[in-house]
């Protein structure tokens, strides 16, 4: 089945640029989708199509895409942004959703 | 206020069945895609199924298939998720989650989700 590749956790501290990537090799052909979920709490969209921000997602909040191969960055770290990240995306066949494993964002 | 609202979650011994609903309101029910996704205690999320928004096509993940059934009432603006054969790997928050789709402009983003109904499976 297919699957997308996270780093299990990513630390930086406050202000500074947060990269988290996500692979798979169906991402050329299907957009990728970010969501933050704080604990305890369902998790919210962040990102959509790649690189497009929902209305109410702070400005530091970004995507890009290069190959099979999507990263989700946030410039200038918050405490608030210590969340778990999900990217999101389907199979070839746009049948399959898939999560990748999740990444945990410490904010040190 | 747009808003999902799962139910019918609880505590099933290993075999048994369960009925899960979600309850819409806010939106126009009958134009959105809907899927379940489900995160295991301490674990990461995983889309469970997927329906159209009449219904006529159904997608599950291998790991449910066969023993999950999703449905949806349009008329009653709800989805549901029939599970059998439950097992203990079957324990988990089960979300029902929009998909934006064209309606929302946001591809197949998942930009609505509920609460979620925890779901224990044990003897």
């Known amino acids: 089945s297919y699957e997308l590749t996270q780093p299990p956790s990513v630390s930086v501290s406050p202000g500074q640029t947060a990269r988290i990537t996500c692979s798979g090799d169906?991402?050329?052909?299907?957009?990728a989708y970010w969501y933050q979920q704080k604990p305890g709490q369902a998790p919210v969209l962040v990102i959509y199509?790649?690189?497009e921000r929902p209305s109410g997602i702070p400005e530091r909040f970004s995507g890009s895409s290069s190959g099979t191969t999507v990263t989700l960055t946030i410039s200038g770290v918050q405490a608030e942004d210590e969340a778990d990240y999900y990217c999101?995306?389907?199979?070839?066949?746009?049948?399959?959703?898939?999560f990748g494993g999740g990444t945990k964002l410490t904010v040190l | 206020e747009v808003q999902l609202v799962e139910s019918g979650g609880g505590l099933v011994q290993p075999g048994g069945s369960l009925r899960l609903s979600c309850a819409a309101s806010?939106?126009?029910?009958?134009?959105?895609?809907m899927n379940w996704v489900r995160q295991a205690p301490g674990k990461g999320l995983e889309w469970v199924s997927y329906?159209?928004?009449?219904?006529?096509?159904?997608y599950y993940a291998d790991s449910v298939k066969g023993r999950f059934t999703i449905s949806r009432d349009n008329a009653k603006n709800s989805l549901y998720l029939q599970m059998n054969s439950l097992r203990a790997e079957d324990t988990a928050v089960y979300y029902c989650?929009?998909?934006?789709?064209?309606?929302?402009?946001?591809?197949?983003?998942?930009?609505?989700w509920g609460q979620g109904t925890m779901v224990t499976v044990s003897s």
């Open positions: 169906a991402l050329p052909k299907q957009y």
């Open positions: 329906i159209s928004s009449s219904g006529s096509t159904i």
């Open positions: 999101q995306s389907a199979d070839s066949s746009g049948t399959q959703r898939v």
């Open positions: 806010g939106f126009t029910f009958s134009s959105y895609e």
């Open positions: 989650a929009r998909e934006g789709g064209a309606v929302a402009g946001l591809g197949d983003a998942f930009d609505i």
């Open positions: 199509k790649d690189s």
